[in-house]
């Protein structure tokens, strides 16, 4: 703990006889070792410990009640990212008269952030439920998660893992996020992500020419210099063969995904971070005021108290939130005074080959199967050509992240389309108006027993 801190109170408040007693069912010591995983997205934080047979198991998931900025890593100082990386606790991190209720320092810039040259400092774990670049929990999850940390030093662990991701390190989520900037720092984090799955032991985490290494072990009398060479390392193979199986796997999903046109999800969202979906349900049953207030009542839930000051992220804003897209097909000019039809954004393509011909390959199929599906709307659209006074029916497809408009509403007179055409057009009532409605390129239709059907029958005879 920080020296000189006074251990009374709340940063000695006993774990609780549920936990106890879930710890004895999953085969685990008070004292023994945890470590913790972030998931942005999801924002969920998960706390593993050690079993009595050496290997770590999940204890508990806690939802996030807020983390800010965006899915990536922290760059600078006042950007508002929480950190993503590995980072390393001691006792002298934990602060046990934060302001924040209770915290531990996260330890940010690591020796992978300082070799990038990022700065920042005091990134928390911390209560409160209020984030500026940190993980901010309820007052009663930062208690027991504070504890755990608590008993494991007093058991003898000198120090605990963090693992900060932007996203559980799943296929469906590397294709979503595929054409995302950060994709090849995300998948050095995998690696790292994969060796604990793998193993279910704590990865041994060094740095050198600027990237993670896991599980490394050097030769004597060398060590990883962050920016410099790496040394002649080497991985145990059984760790080495697992975590390259996993990954081969795993790329071979992501791979079918994408060639299936899974949609990829916005680079930025303008939210400002999030809140897991718990606490937003909470907020919306409880929220008071005007809809934009940050003022809300402090009320009990499950997950904890929310603090009466707590500001949930906002809408995500459309002229923020960005995505790479394949260019839209080209739509046919509406007339004057018809509605536009919105349609379906096409799905993204990567700008870039990822991972090899694997992933470039999945993302050429995609693309192909994109381009054929948007042909077709364009050609009907250029066939059908309603007239001016005319309304066209909405179909409103909104993008990934977008809010949905409502359709607007137009007055029209009454209409019957005829079963042959696939646009609206009014049944004619005289031959003015089969003039008027007539398509371009076509006779027009004549009223059977009208003066131009018969005189049409006549000259038709008379020509033939």
């Not at 390190?169 to 994709?183: G, V």
Request: hydrophobic share 35%; proline share 10%.
């Amino acid at each position: 703990m920080t020296e000189g801190t006074d251990l009374s109170g709340r940063a000695m408040t006993p774990l609780s006889d549920r936990t106890l007693t879930e710890l004895e069912q999953k085969n685990m010591d008070k004292g023994s070792p945890i470590l913790i995983r972030l998931f942005k997205e999801e924002a969920e934080l998960e706390v593993w410990k050690q079993d009595r047979t050496g290997h770590y198991a999940l204890l508990k998931t806690y939802p996030i009640c807020r983390w800010s900025g965006e899915l990536g890593p922290k760059i600078r100082e006042g950007d508002r990212q929480a950190p993503e990386g590995f980072y390393s606790i001691t006792p002298a991190q934990m602060n046990p008269k934060s302001q924040y209720y209770l915290a531990f320092n996260i330890g940010y810039p690591n020796a992978y952030d300082r070799a990038w040259g990022r700065s920042g400092a005091e990134l928390m774990i911390h209560g409160d439920c209020s984030s500026r670049g940190c993980y901010a929990m309820t007052d009663e999850q930062i208690t027991e998660i504070y504890a755990l940390g608590r008993e494991a030093f007093f058991g003898g662990q000198r120090a605990f893992q963090v693992q900060a991701y932007p996203f559980r390190m799943t296929p469906t989520n590397f294709a979503k996020h595929r054409n995302n900037p950060n994709l090849a720092f995300w998948k050095m984090l995998k690696r790292g992500n994969d060796n604990f799955e793998v193993t279910r032991l704590e990865p041994k985490v060094d740095v050198c020419e600027k990237h993670y290494v896991f599980n490394a072990q050097a030769p004597a009398n060398t060590s990883f210099n962050p920016s410099g060479k790496c040394p002649a390392y080497v991985v145990p193979e059984d760790i080495t063969t697992a975590v390259n199986e996993k990954q081969r796997q795993d790329e071979f999903e992501t791979a079918e995904l994408i060639t299936r046109g899974i949609r990829t999800s916005p680079i930025r969202t303008g939210t400002d971070g999030g809140m897991h979906p718990v606490f937003l349900a909470a907020l919306q049953r409880q929220e008071v005021g005007a809809p934009d207030s940050p003022l809300r009542t402090a009320f009990v839930s499950p997950p904890g108290t929310i603090p009466a000051t707590v500001v949930p992220p906002h809408a995500p804003d459309s002229a923020i939130a960005t995505v790479t897209t394949a260019p839209p097909p080209a739509q046919a000019a509406l007339p004057k005074g018809a509605m536009a039809t919105a349609r379906p954004m096409p799905l993204s393509t990567p700008t870039r080959t990822v991972n090899g011909s694997l992933f470039a390959n999945a993302r050429a199929t995609a693309t192909s199967r994109e381009t054929t599906s948007a042909i077709a709307p364009a050609k009907a659209a250029e066939a059908a050509k309603p007239h001016p006074h005319h309304a066209i029916k909405p179909v409103l497809a909104a993008a990934p992240g977008a809010i949905r408009p409502k359709p607007a509403v137009v007055a029209a007179a009454p209409a019957k389309p005829p079963e042959s055409k696939p646009a609206e057009v009014d049944r004619p009532s005289s031959a003015a108006s089969l003039a008027t409605n007539a398509v371009a390129g076509t006779a027009p239709m004549q009223p059977a027993g009208s003066f131009e059907s018969r005189w049409s029958a006549i000259t038709s005879r008379g020509r033939f």
